[in-house]
């Protein structure tokens, strides 16, 4: 199987199992998480990659622009999230439910992402924990081994160090979800939250302004004193 056709057979049977009595469940938890990075969000000029649905515990659906690999009609586009046919800056949020486990070039997808959404927008997102239980057993669960081995399995951690790595501001990580062992869920969720099966990331794109570090300059122009003359008359020129 090609790495594109396993990537939409993951997202299409992702979706058919959480409408299922197996993935339910997780379903409720998946909504949690979309109600949590939400919260205080403005829900306008919205992106979606990837075709997971995103509903939140209020029965209130996010109504973004879709953009996933089969596309279908209404507010749906087809393509591949690694390259995106949008301007840069166009999006104020831009969510990834579990998108990043099923593209074949995660990073590539983050950048494009990064990319249209404008600055001081936010980058949302979800994913399978590999370090909970249902990462590490998951594939002998009578619920969950019908995806367990279809997941691009990426690490908490190394999703947040991309994000640092394109200039964001990691607000939030929450967890959800302690199959099989629910009962205590309300201990685990305060005291051992990074077990969750489930987790999600808000983060915001920095808004970057040009300062000059006077200290260094100055050596920078002892150093190099033709350009610092062009430097100089180059802020001249704009000041008048």
Not at 54 to 68: N, R, S, Y
């Amino acid at each position: 199987m090609k790495i594109q056709e396993q990537n939409e057979y993951f997202q299409t049977e992702l979706t058919r199992w959480l409408a299922s009595e197996s993935g339910s469940s997780y379903a409720l938890d998946e909504s949690v998480l979309w109600d949590e990075l939400n919260n205080g969000v403005p829900a306008t000029h919205i992106l979606q990659l990837g075709q997971i649905g995103i509903e939140t515990l209020d029965g209130e659906a996010q109504k973004p622009l879709v953009f996933d690999a089969q596309g279908c009609s209404g507010m749906h586009i087809a393509g591949v999230a690694e390259y995106l046919p949008f301007k840069d800056d166009t999006f104020d949020s831009v969510l990834l439910p579990h998108t990043l486990e099923a593209v074949a070039n995660p990073y590539q997808a983050l950048r494009e992402a990064h990319r249209v959404l404008r600055p001081g927008g936010f980058l949302m997102l979800t994913g399978f924990n590999p370090r909970s239980l249902f990462g590490l057993l998951g594939r002998w669960y009578d619920e969950g081994k019908v995806i367990h081995d279809s997941i691009r399995w990426i690490d908490v951690s190394r999703v947040i160090d991309w994000l640092e790595l394109l200039g964001y501001e990691v607000h939030d990580v929450h967890y959800q979800n302690y199959n099989p062992i629910q009962k205590i869920r309300f201990f685990l969720n305060h005291q051992l939250p990074a077990m969750g099966n489930l987790y999600g990331i808000r983060a915001r794109k920095n808004v970057h302004s040009m300062t000059l570090n006077t200290e260094r300059s100055k050596l920078w122009q002892l150093n190099n004193p033709v350009k610092a003359l062009s430097v100089r008359q180059y802020l001249w020129s704009r000041d008048d």
